[in-house]
């Protein structure tokens, strides 16, 4: 229901612009977030959305060079990634979080996820 796109392969300092389309149901209602995982490591938070208080909320890693939007014509949300550096090489998911407990940060908190997409940074 979720399917991340816009992966790709970036010289360090460039851009990307990752996508998080929504099908069979609509998420515009329900605060969304963007995670990441690099080989080897556990699954990080990168940014989320409370499209309903208009709040976003962004890891220290990224602040300033990752931005989150949406469009809820599209039920899609966007994640603008620029000065991307190797350390952000990762595969990046998106998710959904329907249930009004748990922490933005916490990936027990959402409930519906994307299948990833690689971003790959290089040097």
Same mark, same amino acid.
């Given at each position: 229901?979720?399917?991340? $796109?816009?992966? +790709?392969?970036?010289q360090?300092?460039?851009?990307?612009?990752?996508?998080? !389309?929504?099908? +069979?149901?609509?998420?515009?209602?329900?605060?969304m977030?963007?995670? &990441?995982?690099?080989?080897g #490591? %556990?699954? %990080?938070?990168?940014?989320? @959305?409370?499209?309903? @208080?208009?709040?976003?909320?962004? =890891?220290?890693?990224v #602040? *300033? &060079?990752?931005?989150? $939007?949406? *469009? /809820?014509?599209? /039920?899609?949300?966007?994640?603008?990634?620029?000065?991307? #550096?190797? %350390? *952000?090489? =990762?595969?990046?998911?998106?998710?959904? #979080?329907?249930?009004?407990?748990? $922490?933005?940060? *916490? !990936?027990?908190?959402?409930?519906?996820?994307?299948?990833?997409?690689?971003?790959?940074?290089s040097?």
């Open positions: 229901q979720l399917q991340a $796109s816009g992966g +790709g392969l970036v360090a300092g460039g851009s990307l612009r990752l996508s998080c !389309t929504a099908s +069979g149901r609509t998420f515009s209602t329900y605060p977030g963007w995670f &990441r995982q690099a080989p #490591k %556990e699954r %990080e938070f990168v940014v989320a @959305i409370n499209w309903r @208080i208009g709040r976003t909320y962004y =890891a220290d890693s #602040k *300033d &060079r990752f931005t989150v $939007s949406g *469009d /809820n014509a599209k /039920n899609t949300v966007y994640l603008q990634m620029n000065s991307l #550096k190797p %350390e *952000d090489t =990762a595969v990046y998911y998106c998710a959904a #979080k329907t249930a009004a407990s748990g $922490s933005y940060y *916490d !990936t027990g908190a959402y409930n519906y996820w994307g299948q990833g997409t690689q971003v790959t940074v040097s």
